[in-house]
């Protein structure tokens, strides 16, 4: 109820005050008129002001819903984008010389797996071997030789370093030197920025860190247990380590990671975000609880325990699933006109970058590889090439019965006749 209400009833109560008063005489009808003439007066000015506030409400309400005129935002800065350092620590080797001259002559690295590599107690790795259907793996090299990846050099003097950061700084510092990119002004640490993403993270730290809640020892967990297992800390301790207070980015998505950490690296230097980008993907899974749960998911290969060598084989009709492996790959990446104005040499351009889900199974791939055509299409449509324009396809090759076939069917889908025609190699790096 309002306040006109309140004198609408107050006027009902004088009418019948009026009206019952039989013997009333002109006074008393005067004066009761003028009270209803004074109140009436009050009712209206009430009303009149409650529907000028009620529109002025509305008024605000509706200016309030309309749209603020402001500027657009900043454009892309739609710069190009070049790769000006490369960095590695495979199992090949440690660099991307030794890696990569082993791989054209032929090398491999896929070895049988030993019960050191599993990172636990000696009898209990030993019995957990046995227990494993897949035994073979593509594993680092260490040790202290010119080729050998030395892992005190990085860990010694940082306990929050584990396997798969160690390795991404050992990459990056290479990648960097090679583009001849240390800067030590702050205008340029400031452009320049990290994106380098992992799958799994440390499993091992984690194993050892539960076997303490068995134990009742939770009081000597580290207190870098965390720090050590997060994939953010790869570019974070890359980053501290330069300096670089540009975009700090970590890609999760398994088998696409290195792909999504230097795709979305390029494009925050062609929006303009970085000047430099430093970006890959690391990894150091060789443990006995990612193999056991690989297998469990029937994703490794189980046929060639005794012939480790031959174990890798996509698109082969023998294929069974891939071997397990680990290091990192780290590229220099940035914008062409500042990788011109300094003088800085370029091994090639990112052209285009594509994504997609086929938003279907957790592992397994529509039959006709939607998903991987959708990819393949989006980056084709962004480097501004025609099909018939690519001569080389670097494949995913899970080595999987069911995954070979389905990109298979992707790539013909994308490339139609020139994937059959001889002018489109393809093939997939494996160690």
């Known amino acids: 109820m309002d306040a006109s209400d309140g004198c609408k009833i107050a006027l009902e109560r004088k009418r019948v005050f009026w009206k019952s008063s039989a013997r009333g005489n002109l006074e008393t009808r005067l004066c009761v008129g003028a ?42 800065a739609g710069r190009r984008v070049v790769v000006t350092g490369l960095g590695a620590v495979t199992p090949l080797g440690r660099g991307v010389g030794p890696t990569w001259d082993r791989l054209v002559a032929g090398g491999c690295a896929v070895r049988a797996l030993s019960a050191e590599d599993l990172r636990l107690p000696g009898d209990v790795a030993g019995k957990t071997l046995e227990q494993l259907p897949s035994r073979v793996a593509a594993a680092v090299p260490r040790g202290n030789g010119e080729d050998e990846f030395d892992d005190a ?50 499993i091992s730290d984690i194993l050892d860190a539960s076997q303490m809640i068995f134990e009742n020892r939770l009081r000597r967990l580290s207190p870098y247990f965390i720090p050590k297992i997060l994939i953010n800390m790869a570019s974070g301790h890359v980053s501290m380590r330069y300096g670089f207070q540009g975009p700090n980015h970590a890609a999760v998505t398994a088998c696409a990671t290195g792909a999504h950490s230097i795709g979305d690296a390029t494009r925050m230097i062609q929006f303009g975000d970085a000047d430099v980008m430093i970006a890959g993907g690391t990894e150091s899974s060789i443990d006995a609880l990612s193999i056991a749960g690989f297998s469990r998911l029937r994703a490794l290969s189980t046929k060639y325990n005794s012939h480790p060598q031959a174990a890798s084989r996509p698109f082969d009709c023998g294929r069974d699933g891939f071997v397990i492996g680990e290091g990192c790959g780290v590229m220099v990446l940035e914008a062409l006109d500042h990788a011109k104005e300094r003088g800085a040499k370029i091994y090639a351009e990112v052209r285009g970058y594509g994504m997609s889900g086929d938003a279907h199974h957790i592992t397994q791939p529509q039959n006709d590889g939607r998903g991987a055509t959708l990819a393949m299409k989006h980056a084709l449509e962004q480097s501004g090439l025609q099909a018939d324009q690519i001569d080389y396809l670097n494949a995913h090759a899970t080595s999987t019965p069911l995954g070979d076939a389905v990109e298979i069917n992707a790539i013909k889908s994308v490339f139609g006749d020139h994937a059959l025609s001889g002018g489109l190699a393809f093939s997939s790096t494996k160690v």
């Open 153 to 202: 050099a990085w860990t010694k003097d940082n306990k929050s370093v584990s396997g798969f950061i160690a390795y991404a700084l050992c990459a990056a510092d290479e990648a960097l030197k090679d583009a001849n990119w240390l800067p030590s002004e702050d205008h340029k640490k400031e452009r320049t920025g990290v994106s380098i993403g992992g799958g799994i993270g440390s």
């Open 35 to 76: 009270v209803m003439s004074s109140c009436l007066r009050r009712a209206l000015f009430l009303r009149l002001r409650l529907r000028l506030r009620r529109g002025l409400s509305s008024a605000a309400a509706a200016e309030a819903k309309a749209p603020v005129e402001l500027p657009p935002p900043r454009p892309s």
